[in-house]
């Protein structure tokens, strides 16, 4: 979401005003198309967005850092890394969502979770090497049927379609 604002920001400069972005990774995914890459019709490069050039031509300083804490009353959010918290007179939060659940046993270590995006997409290709050494029909759980399960099901189908045998 911080991305429109950024490019509204770029768009219309407000005078007198120094902006920051605080974000992890500079790459943000665009999530609905990662079914899409989930089933191999596009490419990672095609839903990357790279919030770097996005902030430059918005003026704003990037930290890439994660927010780890605030404090309201001196007006400072705290940084990852080490980093000095950062004095702020407006913040605007969204670290989007997290999977809920995650630290149910064995979720970590054998479930594909689709939080944080970028993690997801490298996990998918772990998971293409392990299921092409199984040597017997893959099956595919998914847990949590939203739209985005339902897609996420048609995706790792269409994905899975030419495995040998198919799952
Ligand atoms: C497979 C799938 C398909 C989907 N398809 C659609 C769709 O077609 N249409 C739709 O409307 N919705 C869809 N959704 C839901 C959609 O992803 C969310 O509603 C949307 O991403 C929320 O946007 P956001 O900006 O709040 O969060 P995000 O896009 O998750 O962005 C959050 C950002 O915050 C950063 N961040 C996280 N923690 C911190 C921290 N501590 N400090 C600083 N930065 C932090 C992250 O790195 C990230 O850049 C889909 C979801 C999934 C999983």
Redesign the pocket.
């Known amino acids: 979401?911080?991305?429109q604002v950024l490019k509204r920001f770029a768009m219309h400069p407000p005078h007198g005003v120094r902006l920051t972005l605080?974000?992890?990774?500079a790459l943000?995914?665009y999530?609905?198309m990662?079914?899409g890459l989930?089933a191999r019709q596009v490419a990672p490069r095609d839903l990357a967005i790279d919030?770097v050039p996005l902030a430059r031509r918005a003026d704003a300083t990037v930290i890439l850092?994660?927010?780890?804490g605030l404090d309201p009353e001196t007006r400072q959010i705290a940084l990852?890394g080490g980093r000095p918290p950062l004095r702020y007179d407006v913040a605007s939060f969204?670290?989007?969502?997290t999977v809920l659940g995650d630290d149910l046993p064995g979720v970590r270590e054998h479930a594909l979770r689709?939080?944080?995006?970028?993690r997801l997409v490298a996990a998918l290709d772990a998971a293409d090497a392990r299921l092409a050494g199984l040597g017997r029909a893959p099956r595919v759980v998914v847990v949590g049927a939203g739209?985005?399960g339902v897609?996420?099901a048609c995706a790792l189908r269409a994905r899975l379609a030419r495995a040998s045998p198919p799952p």
């Open positions: 979401m911080h991305v605080v974000v992890p990774e943000a995914w999530s609905g990662v079914p989930v919030a850092a994660a927010a780890t990852s969204d670290i989007g969502a689709t939080r944080p995006l970028s739209a985005a897609e996420l």
